[in-house]
């Protein structure tokens, strides 16, 4: 079986200690074995960024960026191989496996704008002789921990735009898929990128206390769920460090009575059942409002998620694969049963899938509730499944007090004709990304993305233009050259332009 290393300096490192097994989901075979960083092999990760942070924050932009161009290139080149690692160890299809990919590309190209985004701020003639500018000054080593859903493309939200913006990165990648995460930063070494600007430290919760525990790391992203979002949000700013920590989701789609159906069924299809359900952007609920639009909703849903195309997420021209792990379908699995159990009405159920060939994987197929209410834990927990649920409604401010009253508010979308109410629901929601006729309305790499309520923990949002902030720290600088041979006398009073 093989062994997946860190990348620590430059170097594939083994480390000691624990670790744990890497399963492929389609066939429930363990395929590999992940290190599990103990503080000693950390501590060589964190020594190794402090040590390439003074000569790399002092590189020109546009240095840093051209490595990103050539990064961008071979990712390009190399899409095909990461598709199909990603697909081996996280179980997507590998369609699915490339458009992630891409948009994990994105953001790099979205980096290589470094010389630009860096450029500040400039006042000349503040004052007398004196000019100002703002200066966005890398924060030093921060650090990235990331969750099993999206291997390659969430890291690469983080890691291309705080490396051009001159700081030194530690990874911490998901225990469960970990092989895409370390091709892709041994990519970005190829590119030239100089050792230890990127580390990749493998490992679970005890690494991942030796990054928020540690001095020399001043910022850590976090994706994942909300209750480990939430803790690392509060012991990292405990210590003084800037933290931006994003979590969980229940995502709403609401379907008013004028819907253009057969686009809105479209929809729902991809975006609850895609990636069997495990992506935080994933629609886990249909708000119909009016039992009509509801009817119809199930006629025409129903034989689509009974045909869908479900098999080893490693072959082409399939719509979803597993789920990445047994405990990951037991739980979808129990789900299901306490729908069943708490009065909803099971529509289709996928607990008894099996797929010819693949007996072993961890699959669940297509699921669907009608009937759903706010009290039930279908409806009030992330199930990450593909698992939708169908809540009823009168009208579209119920649906809005419905998904205002939820606790999550990372993604939502209407489907209406209706501009008015479309513009009402933009304005009204308390959900951070909004969709109209969009169903994952994922910003591209030039807005940021972020949700709302115990959806983030932090002020700032990550990629993009808040990217950009988390990973700078402004400098404002004045400066006075007073002219040849003039003398100032002492000022006592506040200095000011009066
Ligand atoms: P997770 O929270 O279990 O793990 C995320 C990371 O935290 C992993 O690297 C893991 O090793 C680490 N971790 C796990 N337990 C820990 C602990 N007790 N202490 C410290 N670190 C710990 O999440 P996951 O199952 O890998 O990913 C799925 C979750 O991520 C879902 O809730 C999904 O909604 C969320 N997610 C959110 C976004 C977003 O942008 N808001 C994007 C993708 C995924």
Redesign the pocket.
């Known amino acids: 079986m093989s062994h997946i290393p860190h990348l620590i300096n430059g170097e594939r490192v083994a480390g000691t200690g624990r670790t744990a097994p890497v399963f492929n989901p389609s066939t429930g075979d363990s395929t590999a074995a992940v290190g599990l960083a103990d503080r000693a092999t950390l501590q060589l990760a964190i020594d190794a960024a402090k040590a390439a942070f003074p000569a790399w924050r002092n590189t020109p932009a546009a240095k840093r960026a051209q490595i990103m161009f050539r990064f961008k290139q071979l990712l390009e080149q190399n899409e095909n191989e990461i598709a199909a690692l990603i697909s081996a160890e996280h179980g997507k299809t590998i369609e699915d496996a490339i458009g992630e990919l891409k948009r994990g590309i994105e953001n790099v190209e979205f980096a290589c704008a470094a010389p630009e985004i860096l450029k500040g701020e400039y006042s000349r003639n503040v004052g007398p002789n004196i000019d100002a500018w703002t200066d966005l000054q890398p924060v030093g080593v921060v650090a990235g921990?990331?969750?099993?859903?999206?291997p390659a493309m969430?890291p690469l939200?983080m890691y291309p735009l705080a490396i051009v913006c001159g700081n030194c990165f530690i990874l911490?990648?998901?225990?469960?898929d970990p092989s895409s995460t370390l091709f892709i930063a041994e990519l970005l070494n190829q590119a030239g990128l100089p050792k230890g600007v990127l580390n990749v430290v493998n490992?679970?919760?005890d690494?991942?206390?030796g990054l928020?525990e540690a001095p020399e790391v001043k910022a850590l992203s976090?994706?994942?769920?909300?209750?480990?979002?939430e803790?690392?949000y509060s012991e990292g700013t405990k210590r003084g460090k800037r933290v931006q920590a994003?979590?969980?989701?229940k995502n709403h789609a609401v379907l008013m009575p004028d819907a253009d159906l057969d686009n809105a069924v479209s929809a729902l299809m991809g975006a609850a059942y895609g990636s069997c359900g495990?992506?935080?952007?994933?629609i886990s609920v249909a708000v119909c409002v009016g039992d009509q639009i509801a009817d119809a909703l199930v006629e025409k849903i129903v034989p689509q998620i009974q045909a869908l195309k479900i098999g080893a997420g490693t072959s082409c021209g399939l719509d979803m694969g597993p789920l990445?792990t047994a405990a990951?379908r037991d739980k979808v699995k129990g789900y299901i049963d306490a729908g069943v159990a708490q009065g909803a009405k099971l529509v289709v159920d996928g607990r008894d899938l099996v797929v010819p060939g693949n007996e072993n994987g961890f699959f669940v197929g297509g699921t669907l509730f009608d009937q759903v209410t706010p009290d039930m834990t279908i409806y009030t927990d992330?199930i990450?499944g593909p698992v939708l649920c169908i809540v009823r409604v009168g009208s579209l401010e119920q649906a809005m007090q419905l998904i205002n009253d939820h606790e999550y508010g990372?993604g939502t979308c209407i489907f209406t004709r209706d501009g008015e109410a479309a513009r009402l629901f933009c304005d009204e929601i308390e959900v951070g990304m909004v969709g109209v006729n969009v169903p994952l309305p994922v910003p591209v790499s030039y807005h940021s993305?972020?949700?709302w309520k115990r959806?983030?923990f932090g002020d700032l949002h990550?990629y993009g233009p808040d990217g950009v902030r988390f990973y700078t720290r402004k400098k404002a600088i004045t400066q006075r050259w007073p002219a040849r041979k003039s003398h100032e006398a002492a000022q006592f009073a506040f200095p000011s332009n009066g």
Request: negative net charge.
């Open positions: 921990i990331t969750p099993f859903n999206f969430v939200w911490k990648p998901s225990e469960r490992g679970d919760k690494a991942v206390d928020i976090f994706v994942g769920s909300t209750p480990i979002a803790y690392i994003l979590g969980g989701a495990e992506r935080c952007m994933a990445v990951a992330e990450f990372n993305f972020g949700g959806s983030l990550a």
